[in-house]
């Protein structure tokens, strides 16, 4: 009933940038956890940085000084700037949902990826 939507990849040359969104929608009381991850072909997923409900931002080392996450209310947001291709890949919306108040159960939900191709 949680659904995660990634939408604003594309094609963009090295140096330049891209904003990616995403949207939660359905069976939601909070959202205490949510993160950006991508994942190149023949590769495994990495996560590329997390914010938690206090707003407490994490990105990974390799994107650190270029990407900004950032959330408001049920929309995450990643702000790339100064592309490279290695950071070519699918990337996805991650989100640790509470469905009911006052319950220790989290539902893990993925969206289905936007792609992100950044050419040389």
């Known amino acids: 009933q949680v659904q995660l939507v990634e939408s604003g990849g594309g094609l963009v040359q090295a140096g330049g940038s891209l904003r990616l969104s995403c949207a939660a929608s359905g069976r939601i009381f909070s959202i205490d956890f949510m993160a950006w991850y991508r994942q190149a072909p023949g590769k495994q997923r990495d996560l590329v940085a997390t914010?938690?409900?206090?707003?407490s931002t994490n990105p990974a080392d390799s994107v650190k000084g270029r990407f900004t996450i950032s959330r408001d209310k049920n929309m995450v947001y990643l702000q790339m700037n100064s592309l490279k291709p290695e950071d070519t890949g699918i990337y996805y919306c991650y989100a640790k949902i509470a469905t009911a108040p006052l319950s220790s159960v989290r539902v893990d939900v993925w969206g289905q990826g936007t792609q992100v191709t950044v050419s040389s």
């Open positions: 914010i938690t409900s206090g707003g």
